[in-house]
């Protein structure tokens, strides 16, 4: 059994910034990608961030370049969500995932392992 447990979500103003946190743990397993999506009410899951688990290269959606940073200690089975200048547009519920595939991907479908999620408010 593999858990995903995300924290660090919260209400915050436009302007400001959060930074999640999501812990792996359980069996072990082959990790090569995890990564950040977000579901606003109303809205399909969408990409936001992504990690090679050894090595750091990240991609990100446009919308969030220059404003989130993704990051991961492998020595603590963690990957982080730095989110600054938040927008409104930025709330969702943000789920952490894994993906045990070699090369990358943006698609909610090519991730295997998936936490339960954590509330992001921006307000205006």
């Known amino acids: 059994q593999v858990q995903l447990v995300e924290s660090g979500g919260g209400l915050v103003q436009a302007g400001g910034s959060l930074r999640l946190s999501c812990v792996v743990s359980g069996r072990f397993l082959t990790m090569y990608y995890m990564g950040w999506f977000r579901q606003a009410p109303g809205k399909e899951r969408e990409f936001v961030a992504a990690i090679r688990w050894s090595g750091s290269s990240t991609q990100y959606r446009d919308s969030v370049k220059g404003r989130f940073t993704i990051s991961r200690d492998t020595a603590k089975n963690s990957v982080y969500l730095q989110m600054n200048s938040l927008n409104p547009d930025d709330t969702a519920v943000y789920y952490c995932?894994?993906?045990?595939?070699?090369?990358?991907?943006?698609?909610?479908?090519?991730?295997?392992?998936w936490g339960q999620g954590t509330m992001v408010t921006v307000s205006s």
């Open positions: 995932a894994v993906r045990r595939a070699v090369f990358p991907s943006d698609a909610a479908n090519g991730y295997d392992y």
